[in-house]
């Protein structure tokens, strides 16, 4: 770093001041979210077998937005636990269910 970038950076302090660390932060449970299944419409090339890759559209329970999240191949769906993508609670973690689509 040069003499401005510290500068700056004693100027607006440590952004991990007072921050607990993300695994104390975490719940012990996974609270239940709901998610849709979205195809894309082209297949995946790195597949051997071309599949099309699925996309999990999740309601967050913690910021009331929608978060979109890797679900595997089509005929090989992941769901489970997930970390939430959230500013409202990014150390949270929420426990996949599937609408139906």
């Given at each position: 770093?040069n003499?401005?970038?510290?500068?700056?950076?004693?100027?607006?302090?440590?952004?991990?001041?007072?921050?607990?660390?993300?695994?104390?932060?975490?719940?012990?449970?996974?609270?239940?979210?709901?998610?849709?299944?979205?195809?894309?419409?082209?297949?995946?090339?790195?597949?051997?077998?071309?599949?099309?890759?699925?996309?999990?559209?999740?309601?967050?329970?913690?910021?009331?937005?929608?978060?979109?999240h890797?679900?595997?191949?089509?005929?090989?769906?992941?769901?489970?636990?997930?970390?939430?993508?959230?500013?409202?609670?990014?150390?949270?973690?929420?426990d996949?269910?599937?609408?139906?689509?």
């Amino acid at each position: 770093m040069n003499s401005a970038t510290v500068g700056q950076a004693e100027l607006f302090g440590n952004d991990d001041e007072g921050q607990p660390p993300a695994a104390a932060a975490r719940p012990a449970e996974a609270v239940p979210a709901h998610a849709r299944r979205v195809v894309t419409g082209s297949p995946n090339m790195a597949d051997p077998d071309r599949r099309s890759l699925v996309l999990l559209v999740v309601d967050c329970p913690f910021c009331e937005h929608q978060h979109i999240h890797a679900g595997g191949h089509v005929g090989a769906l992941r769901l489970g636990e997930r970390d939430s993508r959230c500013f409202g609670r990014p150390a949270g973690r929420y426990d996949l269910g599937v609408k139906p689509s």
